[in-house]
């Protein structure tokens, strides 16, 4: 193909991608921007009156006397209007948006005093991701506490329930989902949280750390913590001691002063740095960063910016996430080789996208494995080289016939053995798990077989021709400046399988074993 | 013009921005600009362009570029080809204006200290020059057309085939917004669907295109350091 012919292609194709891409949260942004940082009078007066003199001259180029009548009969009438409608508005003030969840009023949750401790501010204020964010420490009734359905652990469980129900969970609904007692599609634990072992821990030592919740009381840091309060409260199975710790909760509570960025730092710090509790998913994290991502990318100038100017934007998402460059680009990868899974389950096996979507995420730690081995012969270059056979370790994925990780590793020797492969279906065939597993552990076995087979097979007729053919070389052949000569890495390589040669043979053969004379 | 309550919201703003579309559908230009300054898209719009490319655009251009979507815009609803996201729409265009604007005019023009470059690096073409290489841009971007259709049978069967269909014309009609619920609509399916399939479609294309020879801009490539030689060998 002609080379500006593949540009204009690459080109086409961005623009493809540029068109479909959903811009919706942008959009939301832009009328956001506009509400909270408005064009000051003038300068709004000289983009309208440019906007009209554009579309005046323009519909006069297309020859549309309407549009060119309109505009000359209104347009006074019409840049003052504007102007009117918009002084009043700022005279109405709107005011800064004050920071809300839910679109209702925020309310402002007051800590109380417990057991003779007062609300107090806590010294020195803590810091979250390098940011010192001020805090008040003080006593909470556990039933007023939010949980917080904006939590990214459980964004595929909300969407899940959203596009089931119609509407965001309630309140209790969402305490369902947090302990398991909801049934979703694609969700096999029973505790997939892990709230029972939590809320017994809770009964015994009561909560140790205390959860973080914002000014109108929704917790921006102790979802699973507050769950198992809740289970402590409404079971039966505690005692009237145990369910009296879970009542009163220690929290530090955001100040009113807070900012966006003071909120975004709790999350971040208490979710993506190490800490002693269950972290969000590595799906969760890797999806969050994924996004960011996607969404720097959108911001770039050019469509596909240089590999350069990619690694400093995955820099920068390091440094805001804490994580090291290559962990960002090792979740990028992950995701997106996490979203054609679930393409392949949702459109061509008609599975549920989020129960495609909990099987990606139970699996992920498999889309690392599956990235690695970009070269000939390794294992994404075969996913890659043959859909089929990407489609068939999607579905062996899917239904968890790979017993462990380990496994992903010996596709590639999989993958260029036939007889393997046909085994590998047979596995996906197979409803018994236990059967497929074994299937699939076979289909290994035979591969690596095979493979050393293939290397041992006509290992005497290759030594030997070769021997004759290195034999006959003319001694010119190893004349550095002769053309086609024998390079100096050749003759290091050849002489270090020699030395193995050696080790073979044994002492007693080295100088011609057979006595028949090689000296000579 | 539409009473506005003692203050503005998103809410309120999305529907002023879809008054503003139905407007330019009836042919009505100030009823479109009245609703789109109301809702105050335009200010949002101008400071995320500023933000965007103030330090390489001056702002007067910048103004270019809004009224230019906004003038799309009001043409193609005339004809019946309205954004059925206006706010998306103009987003797009607009940003894709400043794009162009960057690349052609601008980035090639010498550095200037304390100001926008006033003088081009390269001079302008001629008539003649100008129309031989619209010309043969117009080639280029026939034949990239031509190939990309060429290629959908190799990328699968069914309704990812269609749906590549559905964006490839949609980018030869230089259509700046294609949301999937027009996708979905045009082929009955979930627009979760049309998604996937509009992401799917153009990487397959894509690797359908590498193997045939075009050469895309580098990806991420970086070697993974928890990688063995084994896996790499």
Same mark, same amino acid.
């Given at each position: ?19 479909? %891409? ?26 309208? *009156? ?16 309407? %549009? @060119? ?9 019409? @840049?003052?209007?504007?102007?009117? *409608? ?82 965001? !969970? ?12 909801? !049934? ?23 909560v140790r750390k205390p959860p973080i919740i914002d000014t109108d009381g929704t917790l921006l840091d102790g979802n699973?913590?507050? %769950?198992?309060?809740?289970? /402590? ?50 799906? @969760? ?20 910016? *240089? ?5 400093? /934007? ?7 996430? #804490? ?52 070269? !000939? ?53 197979? !409803? ?7 299937l699939v552990d076979d289909a290994i076995s035979l591969a690596r077989t095979n493979r050393a087979e293939q290397r041992?097979?006509?290992?005497? %007729? ?22 086609? #000569? ?31 004379? #090689?000296?000579? | ?151 959908l049978p190799r990328i699968g069967t069914g309704q990812v085939v269609n749906v590549m269909e559905i964006v490839i ?65």
């Open positions: 193909m002609k080379n500006d012919i593949a540009v204009e292609f690459a080109t086409l194709l961005a623009s493809a991608r540029d068109l479909s %891409t959903d811009v919706r949260g942008v959009v939301e942004e832009i009328l956001q921007e506009g509400l909270d940082a408005p064009l000051s009078p003038d300068e709004a007066a000289a983009l309208l *009156t440019r906007v009209v003199k554009v579309i005046r001259e323009r519909a006069d180029a297309r020859r549309d006397p309407h %549009t @060119v009548a309109v505009l000359d009969r209104s347009i006074e009438a019409l @840049v003052s209007r504007i102007e009117e *409608t918009r002084k009043r508005i700022e005279e109405n003030g709107d005011g800064d948006a004050a920071h809300d969840h839910d679109d209702e009023p925020a309310v402002m949750v007051e800590l109380q005093a417990y057991n003779g401790i007062k609300p107090q501010a806590v010294r020195p204020s803590p810091v979250f991701h390098e940011r010192e964010v001020a805090v008040t420490e003080g006593f909470i009734r556990t039933r007023d506490i939010k949980l917080w359905d904006g939590n990214e652990r459980l964004d595929i469980h909300l969407n899940q329930f959203q596009q089931a129900y119609g509407r965001k !969970p309630n309140a209790e609904e969402l305490l369902a989902i947090m302990q398991g007692s909801m !049934p979703l599609a694609g969700i096999d634990e029973v505790d997939q949280f892990g709230i029972q072992s939590l809320a017994k821990s809770i009964a015994v030592n009561g699973r913590r507050v %769950t198992a309060c809740y289970l /402590i409260l409404n079971s039966t199975t505690f005692t009237a001691e145990e369910r009296q710790r879970a009542e009163w909760l220690k929290v530090w509570q955001l100040t009113p002063h807070a900012t966006e960025s003071d909120r975004d730092s709790v999350i971040v710090s208490l979710n993506f740095e190490p800490d002693y509790k269950q972290d969000w998913p590595e799906y @969760v994290k890797a999806r969050k960063v994924y996004d960011e991502w996607e969404g720097l990318l959108a911001l770039e100038p050019r469509a596909n910016p *240089t590999a350069s100017r990619q690694k400093e /934007i995955r820099k920068s998402i390091a440094r805001r996430f #804490a994580l090291a460059t290559d962990e960002v680009s090792r979740y990028i990868n992950m995701v997106k080789l996490a979203t054609e899974f679930e393409d392949y389950h949702v459109n061509d096996r008609n599975k549920d996208q989020y129960a495609a979507k909990h099987r990606a995420a139970d699996k992920f730690q498999y889309f690392d494995e599956l990235n690695k081995g970009k070269n !000939p012969g390794g294992v994404n270059w075969a996913l890659n080289a043959d859909e089929n056979f990407k489609n068939l370790v999607f579905d062996l994925l899917y239904e968890n016939k790979f017993q462990d990780w380990k496994r992903i590793r010996d596709l590639k020797h999989v993958a260029q053995n036939d007889e393997a492969v046909g085994v590998l279906r047979q596995a996906r065939e197979q !409803p018994d798990l236990e059967v497929a597993r074994e041992q097979a006509g290992a005497n %007729t290759r030594i030997r021709v070769f021997a004759e053919w290195f034999a006959d070389l003319p001694v010119k052949s190893f004349k550095p400046d002769e053309p086609g #000569a024998v390079t100096a890495e050749n003759l290091m390589a050849l002489h270090n399988v020699l030395k193995l040669v050696e080790n073979y043979l044994g002492d007693d053969n080295i100088g011609g074993g057979s006595g028949d004379g #090689a000296h000579a | 013009m539409a009473a506005l309550a003692s203050s503005t919201n998103t809410p309120d703003a999305r529907a002023l921005l879809q008054k503003a579309g139905e407007a330019a559908a009836k042919r009505d230009p100030a009823g479109m600009l009245e609703a789109l300054f109301e809702s105050r898209f335009t200010d949002g719009l101008s400071r995320r362009l500023q933000k965007q490319w103030g330090n390489r655009i001056p702002r007067t251009e910048l103004d270019d570029c809004v009224a230019l979507a906004i003038d799309a815009a009001y043409d193609a609803a005339t004809r019946g080809k309205g954004a059925r996201d206006l706010g998306a729409w103009l987003w797009k265009v607009a940003n894709n204006t400043a794009s162009d604007r960057w690349t052609n005019e601008y980035r090639n023009r010498d550095a200037y200290f304390g100001g926008f470059p006033e003088v081009p690096a390269h001079p302008h073409e001629d008539a003649t020059e100008r129309k031989a290489s619209d010309e043969l841009a117009e080639y280029r971007r026939r034949e990239a057309l031509r190939l990309a259709r060429e290629m014309d949609a980018a030869e009609q230089g259509v700046p917004d294609l949301p999937a619920s027009t996708v979905a609509e045009a082929l009955g399916i979930t627009e979760a669907a049309a998604r996937t399939l509009v992401s799917r479609g153009l990487s397959r294309l894509r690797r359908e295109a590498e193997r045939a020879g075009v050469q895309f801009p580098e990806e991420i490539s970086e070697t993974d350091p928890t990688e063995s030689a084994e896996d790499r060998s």
